[in-house]
C-alpha cells in the first residue's frame, strides 16, 4: 500500500487541524483499502516515534494515545482510500512530524505497536506555536 499524507501546517494552541492520508493499493482483485487497518504517529524533533491512533479494520475499533484521547479523532473512508486525523484544542506538545499507516493486523496490542505497521507514508509537519 502506498500512503500518502498531507494537511499539516503551523496553528496556534487551542487550534485545529484535519490531516488526511490517501491509499494506493494496486490492481490486485480482492485487495482493497478496507483489508487493512490504519494508524498515524508522529515524531517530534529529537524523540522517538509514539503511537497517535489506530483503527482496526476487523472490528472498526479506534484506539488512541493517552495524550491525544478527547482531542484527535481518526476516521477513514474507504470508498476514496482515505483515512483522516481530526486535530483539536491542538497544544505546542502536539508539534511533530505525522505519519500515517497501514497493517494487515487488527488487534489492539499490534495495531499500538510501531513496528506492527507494514506500510508507510511520508510525514507532514504540524506546528503548534503558543
Known amino acids: 500500500v502506498q500512503l500518502q499524507a498531507f494537511g499539516g501546517g503551523l496553528v496556534q494552541a487551542g487550534g485545529s487541524l484535519r490531516l488526511s492520508c490517501t491509499a494506493s493499493v494496486g490492481t490486485e482483485i480482492g485487495r482493497t483499502f478496507g483489508i487493512y487497518s490504519v494508524g498515524w504517529s508522529r515524531q517530534a524533533p529529537g524523540k522517538v516515534r509514539e503511537f497517535v491512533a489506530a483503527k482496526s479494520y476487523r472490528s472498526g475499533d479506534t484506539w488512541y494515545a493517552k495524550a491525544v484521547k478527547g482531542r484527535f479523532t481518526l476516521s477513514r473512508d474507504n470508498a476514496r482510500n482515505t483515512v483522516f486525523l481530526q486535530m483539536d484544542s491542538l497544544k505546542p506538545e502536539d508539534t511533530a512530524l505525522y505519519y500515517c499507516?497501514?497493517?494487515?493486523?487488527?488487534?489492539?496490542?499490534?495495531?499500538?505497536?510501531?513496528?506492527?505497521?507494514?506500510?508507510w507514508g511520508q510525514g507532514t509537519l504540524v506546528t503548534v506555536s503558543s
Open positions: 499507516a497501514a497493517s494487515g493486523y487488527y488487534s489492539y496490542s499490534d495495531l499500538t505497536s510501531i513496528g506492527r505497521y507494514d506500510d
